[in-house]
């Protein structure tokens, strides 16, 4: 496999932060580079040789550096790697983590949306449906849903084993209740909030702290017939609280969140005052090193575990409040 080299440009205290939310995404493959380490001690010594290298390193930008694939699951796995950077500086304020800026070594940048493309084919997601790239067209999809999407440089292709987690626990849900209204944290191509219209959601609630999120939910609701009443689009960070207070309260059937980890332990205490009674909270973006983690940290909050479910390596935590 073809191999890309993402390498995020940050502080040398920025570089603690940035590689552990990296590896709590699953994406282990990292250099790191800290000019710190090259630093010479402060005191005053005679030195006999001095590498010019190494002088010229102490006045380099800190960076860490992700191998991802060069395919579908790498493309998702870069927009996540885009959504966490738009996030750590309000989750963070106290750091200076630097310019958290991406370069991508051996494709250039602006090419990269267009180069995926080749990896990406109709998919069959969960029991009820077909992913389709909106430039493919499908004759016979099987008795399936067809879902038209085009992340449009925002994850969401399907393809993640998150998002198909997510949408299994989706199908479950409308399988156990009627579900009218849907509340979706970390909205991304907007593809969740699609699945759950077409299902019969009555209306679903858009979330994001990407601004692209905006256009881009828009347009792929529009490939797949969804009216704009069926949906709003919000674009903010569910762990302000200012921006939480703004957003409808309870009547949610279904609240989703398919984010990661520390995120998602962090508005675990914020989750249960959107919710119906008798709602259920579906999330993932969990790598099942740290599903213990949010188990714990959704308990704490008041929720009982429904459903796990684990699909290599990463898992999809099905909850409830345990008073209603």
């Known amino acids: 496999m073809d191999w890309l080299k993402v390498k995020i440009y940050t502080t040398p205290a920025g570089c603690e932060m940035v590689s552990s939310s990296l590896y709590a995404m699953g994406i282990y493959g990292l250099e790191i580079f800290n000019p710190?380490?090259?630093?010479?001690?402060?005191?005053?010594?005679?030195?006999?040789?001095?590498?010019?290298?190494?002088?010229?390193?102490?006045?380099?930008?800190?960076?860490?550096?992700?191998?991802?694939g060069d395919n579908a699951a790498g493309f998702d796995q870069l927009n996540e790697i885009k959504g966490f950077l738009l996030r750590l500086p309000g989750e963070l304020p106290e750091f200076d983590l630097g310019r958290l800026e991406i370069s991508i070594t051996n494709i250039q940048n602006e090419d990269w949306v267009n180069n995926w493309k080749k990896f990406f084919a109709p998919m069959e997601v969960a029991n009820k449906f077909l992913i389709v790239p909106e430039w493919e067209k499908v004759d016979d999809p099987k008795d399936r849903l067809i879902l038209t999407i085009n992340p449009g440089g925002i994850f969401g292709t399907g393809s993640h084993e998150t998002t198909q987690l997510c949408i299994g626990a989706i199908e479950k849900a409308f399988a156990n209740k009627k579900i009218d209204r849907v509340m979706d944290i970390g909205t991304g191509s907007g593809i969740l909030s699609i699945a759950s219209i077409l299902l019969g959601a009555g209306m679903t609630e858009c979330i994001d702290i990407d601004p692209n999120a905006d256009v881009i939910?828009?347009?792929?609701?529009?490939?797949?017939?969804?009216?704009?009443?069926?949906?709003?689009?919000?674009?903010?960070?569910?762990?302000?609280?200012?921006?939480?207070?703004?957003?409808?309260?309870?009547?949610?059937?279904?609240?989703?969140?398919?984010?990661?980890?520390d995120i998602i332990i962090g508005m675990a205490d914020g989750i249960p005052q959107f919710m119906a009674d008798d709602a259920?909270?579906?999330?993932?973006?969990?790598?099942?090193?740290?599903?213990?983690?949010?188990?714990?940290?959704?308990?704490?909050?008041?929720?009982?575990?429904?459903?796990t479910v684990v699909l290599n390596e990463w898992c999809a935590v099905t909850c409830k409040l345990c008073h209603r």
Do not use: H
């Not at 710190?36 to 960076?63: F, G």
């Not at 999330?283 to 959704?298: K, N, Q």
């Open 280 to 307: 259920v909270f579906i999330t993932s973006g969990i790598i099942e090193t740290r599903l213990d983690d949010v188990i714990e940290a959704m308990e704490k909050a008041g929720f009982e575990v429904v459903e």
């Open 217 to 261: 939910v828009r347009e792929n609701m529009e490939m797949n017939d969804i009216s704009p009443d069926k949906y709003t689009v919000k674009v903010g960070n569910i762990l302000d609280e200012d921006f939480a207070a703004k957003l409808p309260k309870a009547g949610y059937d279904i609240v989703v969140a398919n984010i990661m980890a």
């Open 36 to 68: 710190d380490d090259y630093k010479m001690p402060d005191k005053d010594y005679t030195w006999d040789y001095i590498d010019d290298d190494v002088l010229q390193k102490q006045n380099e930008e800190a960076y860490v550096a992700a191998y991802i």
